[in-house]
């Protein structure tokens, strides 16, 4: 097994553990909104900030997740052009 399929397997794992942090997130994201749609109960100015605060973490939420798979995309065509380079190699 050549160097860069050692890199490639670590590169793989790596892109494993991007993809289970994303649908941890995007599981915690569906609970929270169940969370905030029982927050449409609160009356009052703390139901209003409660609220407020919520769409400001989701918003947050929401940013952490796009780098998350934005990072994940980037991982998997830099997986690709190593392969491509290991296959132009073998010959």
Not at 35 to 40: M, P, Q
Not at 57 to 78: C, M, Q
């Amino acid at each position: 097994m050549s160097k860069i399929l050692v890199e490639i397997d670590d590169l793989r794992q790596a892109k494993n553990q991007l993809d289970q942090v994303i649908h941890k997130l995007n599981q915690d994201e569906a609970y929270l909104k169940t969370v905030y749609g029982r927050l449409f109960g609160w009356k009052g100015v703390a139901g209003e900030e409660m609220r407020k605060r919520m769409n400001i973490f989701f918003n947050d939420l929401s940013k952490w997740n796009d780098r998350f798979e934005g990072r994940r995309d980037e991982l998997v065509k830099y997986i690709d052009r190593m392969k491509q380079v290991d296959e132009m190699f073998r010959y």
